[in-house]
């Protein structure tokens, strides 16, 4: 490797720590301070910060790989995904934000949950602890997974000496970096780090598209397109519909449900300043969104044209933007490019350390463990846990097989099925009952677990996969109100 991708690579370790280092003696005196840093975000950390955490390694390297092989009708996940997460700062942002506080002040989702429904506070807070650390352990995993690609590609064999492959050191390394500023720095650390990401993934996603066009081999525009004309019009590559029924689209549009119940990005409408700046930070986050979205799939398709132009043969497609960032860049801008797809990665891994960690401090420590421990000993058990989740998601990681697409796909299946249609309900309808909130969280996650078990998410009655978010919603929301109807007894929530 070049001496330049290290020193790119070193500068971006070394900020990565430094801000874990300064958050830690700002903001980790107490629970409050370690979780949600005061709920004292400004309107552009929490935007960029909800967003870097929410697209990871899937936004540089699954999408654009999925893309890349199957083309353009796979950026229908894209579209899905920009259309929930307006919904999702619309409906939920500023609600969760008013009554997380107002209920208790609840520092986690499961608390919260616990307060709006004060009769069924026991067993919501265990069962979507439970859910929260299962699912991000897979989740987290996947992060991993990418890392482990990007120093499988970037090192080839340089590190053989440890005795370890490329991809072992790459997932084990990403894990440690983002478990020292993580677990030193707490959330302050992990939304300015965020934010850092975010700058760099976006700039990365314009720079790439464009040098793909117009730097040495792209050929410009007009000769890319000429290229993509004939492989579309042999495989239907730049059609948006092309072999697509209903089902498959409806899979992929879907992605969108996902939104309402990720723990890891709607903790961050729980810490912007106030109500007030919730619409400046939603303004702020999807036009980040859209820019980082339309980056990526540019890269995709005139990779997909560069590719082809340049007898490239590209054995693993979610590989591409790895690929593409060693051929065409200078070793420090290739350095930079890493640094953005590692930025895409700890940024995610990050937010869902510290949840996993702090449902585990929260709902399961301090509630049937330790209920009068103090603020310092909660905060110590909240840095042990971050590396207890981390470790287990190595393991995980452990095969480098493993498609960073298809972990984040049922991850995010699992906690939009599970806490989508509750944490909707239980911001909107008032009369929505414990009872019923405790059915919906158990039906869409066992129903999302069962139909990945069953291969339906493969094929599903010979009509082809369905996505399990879909009857997973489906049957919880259903869940939820028939529960709700009956048990409106006035006892099982608290009114709004």
């Not at 064999?157 to 991809?167: A, C, I, K, R």
């Not at 760099?200 to 525009?221: F, N, Q, S, T």
């Not at 452990?398 to 944490?423: C, E, K, N, T, Y």
Request: net charge neutral.
């Amino acid at each position: 490797m070049d001496i330049g991708v290290w020193i790119s690579l070193a500068f971006y370790f070394v900020l990565m720590l430094g801000i874990g280092f300064y958050a830690m003696r700002k903001s980790t005196s107490s629970s409050e301070e370690y979780l949600l840093a005061g709920r004292r975000l400004n309107p552009a950390v929490a935007a960029l910060s909800a967003g870097a955490s929410d697209m990871s390694g899937w936004l540089l390297l699954g999408l654009p790989g999925a893309i890349f092989i199957a083309g353009l009708h796979e950026a229908w996940i894209g579209v899905g995904l920009w259309c929930g997460a307006l919904l999702n700062w619309i409906v939920v942002a500023p609600r969760l934000r008013e009554q997380t506080e107002r209920y208790d002040n609840a520092l986690t989702i499961p608390a919260f949950l616990s307060s709006r429904f004060p009769t069924r506070a026991i067993s919501l807070r265990t069962v979507s602890a439970l859910v929260v650390v299962v699912f991000f352990a897979v989740y987290t995993a996947s992060g991993l997974v990418a890392g482990g690609k990007l120093f499988d590609m970037a090192f080839s064999g340089l590190l053989s000496f440890t005795g370890l492959s490329d991809y072992h050191i790459g997932v084990w390394l990403t894990l440690i970096i983002v478990l020292a500023y993580t677990s030193v720095g707490g959330f302050l650390a992990v939304s300015m780090t965020d934010f850092v990401q975010g700058c760099i993934m976006m700039l990365a996603l314009v720079i790439m598209p464009l040098v793909v066009l117009y730097g040495e081999g792209g050929g410009g525009l007009s000769q890319a397109s000429e290229t993509l004309s004939q492989i579309s019009d042999r495989e239907g590559y730049l059609s948006w519909t092309h072999g697509l029924g209903f089902i498959a689209w409806l899979s992929a549009v879907a992605w969108g449900l996902g939104y309402f119940g990720q723990p890891h990005i709607i903790v961050r409408f729980m810490a912007v300043r106030s109500v007030a700046e919730v619409p400046a930070a939603r303004n702020i986050g999807m036009s980040w969104m859209f820019v980082s979205l339309a980056g990526a799939i540019g890269m995709a398709i005139f990779g997909r044209a560069y590719a082809i132009r340049n007898g490239l043969d590209i054995g693993d497609p979610e590989t591409i933007f790895i690929v593409l960032a060693n051929l065409l860049f200078h070793p420090l801008i290739t350095g930079f490019l890493y640094a953005a797809l590692l930025a895409a990665v700890m940024s995610t891994i990050s937010s869902q350390l510290l949840v996993a960690s702090s449902s585990l401090t929260e709902d399961m420590y301090r509630l049937f463990l330790r209920k009068d421990a103090t603020e310092k000993e909660t905060v110590t058990v909240n840095r042990i846990c971050v590396v207890l989740v981390g470790l287990v998601a190595a393991v995980i990681a452990r095969d480098p097989d493993s498609q960073v697409l298809g972990l984040v796909s049922h991850a995010w299946a699992g906690f939009g099925a599970a806490f989508g249609p509750m944490i909707l309900l239980s911001l909107t309808w008032r009369k929505m009952s414990g009872s019923g909130a405790v059915g919906g969280l158990i039906i869409g996650a066992v129903t999302v677990i069962v139909w990945i078990a069953a291969g339906w998410h493969e094929d599903f009655l010979g009509l082809g996969g369905v996505y399990e978010i879909i009857p997973g919603f489906i049957l919880s929301l259903a869940a939820i109100v028939i529960v709700s109807r009956l048990t409106q007894n006035g006892h099982e929530y608290r009114a709004a």
